[in-house]
């Protein structure tokens, strides 16, 4: 089993940062792809930013220029940098990971809360 658990959420203004962490602990050898989701209120699921073991990244086009994500592979964590945020960026934002060895498997993080309001 893989835990992760986020830190960092919280509320905002238009326009300001924060910062996302997740740890992984447990079994976490294997786990190859990390990354970020978020769920708004009433909507579906949606893919935030995603890094490789080896740093490759994708992001939403959404968040593209305003949001960073960023590994320690030594620590097991990822981070998310978020800047210029908007009120659309509301949302729990979840922690996930890709585990492909042994087996395929996904994780997912509590979620923390994001509200950016004035």
């Known amino acids: 089993q893989v835990q992760l658990v986020e830190s960092g959420g919280g509320l905002v203004q238009p326009g300001g940062s924060l910062r996302l962490s997740c740890a992984a602990s447990?079994?976490?050898?294997?786990?190859?792809?990390m990354g970020w989701y978020r769920q708004a209120l009433g909507k579906q699921r949606d893919l935030v930013a995603l890094?490789?073991?080896?740093?490759?990244?994708n992001y939403a086009d959404s968040v593209k220029g305003r949001f960073t994500i960023s590994r320690d592979n030594a620590k097991n964590t990822v981070s998310l940098q978020m800047n210029s945020l908007k009120p659309e960026d509301t949302a729990v934002y979840y922690c996930?990971?890709?585990?492909?060895?042994?087996?395929?498997?996904?994780?997912w993080g509590q979620g923390t809360q994001v509200t950016v309001s004035s």
């Open positions: 447990g079994s976490i050898f294997g786990i190859n792809t």
């Open positions: 996930y990971a890709l585990k492909v060895v042994p087996t395929r498997l996904t994780y």
């Open positions: 890094i490789t073991g080896g740093g490759s990244t």
